[in-house]
């Protein structure tokens, strides 16, 4: 299935190329040399006219792209083990692990969750896929090294009704992190637009003017001597928003090699960052299904130690 992406140029956008400005848009998240491929094959126009990789934007100008499916998906059914926790007919609720990626990226063809899906039997019996073939089910992620509760969808009506909650912000996501320092406020309301780099581009940042909207509640659940366990709520979803936001108002995740200190921490080998509570209606039954799940052993016991006194930083 072709997705299409609409923009609009601002005014910090003025002068800007077409294909910096779209490789610089979080989704679809493609390099600059796959934009301008795109752009020669007639897929992008600027204000309903075919565009030029190299043409300047004006403020208000509506930027079309359309990205096709990759080479007809080239998704390879797995068996991989997952820890389900709950399944019907219509969605899969799992228990995602550190290391497992969502979908099929740059360097990751095989071994994914969306690989998976791929291959259980939901569809088998002639069903259409559900959204994306090259990410089939797929409706919300969780990055690579980030734990806990993903809901997918196993068969194209329930991945429109969750695609539609996600977009009205009904899903309800919420998380444990370990971040560095104490916050000043119990709790408080993160609202940034996060965008692409402007350098590096496998890194996300807070980026005004230029980036979309994105906003994290949060609150602070126990402080600890150099740290401290924070609640977080996802009232977006843009790529590792938790991580930049949290970043942002220093006080990155714990063990985070991107946005965090470069020293180990806690004894982490990733980010202390667990999508602990999942919610939402069912796409069938209308029903609110809630689901809750502990944070993986590294986290929990850095968190008593923490708790004991045991680590921390001066």
């Known amino acids: 299935m072709t997705q299409v992406f609409r923009f609009r140029a601002g005014e910090a956008d003025a002068g800007q190329r077409l294909d910096v400005f779209l490789a610089a848009q979080p989704e679809p998240g493609l390099s600059r040399a796959r934009i301008q491929a795109l752009i020669r094959s007639g897929r992008c126009r600027v204000g309903g006219r075919p565009a030029r990789a190299g043409q300047r934007l004006s403020p208000g100008d509506e930027v079309v792209l359309e990205v096709p499916p990759p080479e007809a998906a080239g998704l390879v059914p797995e068996d991989i083990p997952l820890d389900v926790v709950y399944r019907d007919e219509d969605v899969l609720v799992v228990n995602k692990p550190r290391g497992l990626v969502v979908h099929p990226a740059a360097g990751h063809a095989r071994g994914t969750l969306a690989?998976?899906?791929?291959?259980?039997?939901?569809?088998?019996?002639?069903?259409?896929?559900?959204?994306?073939?090259?990410?089939?089910?797929?409706?919300?992620?969780?990055?690579?090294?980030?734990?806990?509760?993903?809901?997918?969808?196993?068969?194209?009506?329930?991945?429109?009704?969750?695609?539609?909650?996600?977009?009205?912000?009904?899903?309800?996501?919420?998380?444990?992190?370990?971040?560095?320092?104490?916050?000043?406020?119990?709790?408080?309301?993160?609202?940034?637009?996060?965008?692409?780099?402007?350098?590096?581009?496998?890194?996300?940042?807070?980026?005004?003017?230029?980036?979309?909207?994105?906003?994290?509640?949060?609150?602070?659940?126990?402080?600890?001597?150099?740290?401290?366990?924070?609640?977080?709520?996802?009232?977006?979803?843009?790529?590792?928003?938790?991580?930049?936001?949290?970043?942002?108002?220093?006080?990155?995740?714990?063990?985070?090699?991107?946005?965090?200190?470069?020293r180990q921490a806690l004894g982490l080998t990733a980010q202390a960052l667990h999508a602990f509570r999942l919610g939402f209606v069912h796409p069938r039954t209308g029903e609110w299904l809630q689901f809750e799940v502990p944070p993986p052993e590294d986290m929990a016991r850095a968190i008593e130690a923490l708790r004991r006194g045991e680590a921390g930083e001066a």
């Not at 230029?210 to 126990?222: K, N, P, S, Y």
């Not at 402080?223 to 843009?238: A, N």
């Open 115 to 262: 690989n998976t899906v791929a291959g259980m039997a939901a569809w088998e019996d002639g069903e259409d896929v559900p959204g994306d073939p090259a990410r089939p089910g797929i409706v919300h992620r969780l990055d690579k090294d980030t734990t806990g509760l993903l809901v997918v969808a196993l068969n194209p009506q329930a991945h429109q009704r969750l695609a539609e909650q996600v977009q009205r912000r009904a899903l309800r996501r919420e998380y444990l992190a370990i971040v560095h320092g104490s916050p000043p406020v119990e709790s408080g309301r993160i609202e940034a637009p996060v965008g692409r780099h402007p350098t590096d581009r496998k890194r996300m940042a807070v980026t005004p003017g230029r980036g979309r909207e994105a906003i994290t509640h949060f609150r602070v659940l126990e402080r600890y001597r150099g740290f401290s366990l924070v609640q977080c709520r996802l009232e977006t979803g843009r790529t590792h928003q938790i991580r930049v936001h949290l970043a942002y108002i220093g006080h990155p995740v714990a063990g985070d090699p991107v946005y965090g200190p470069r």
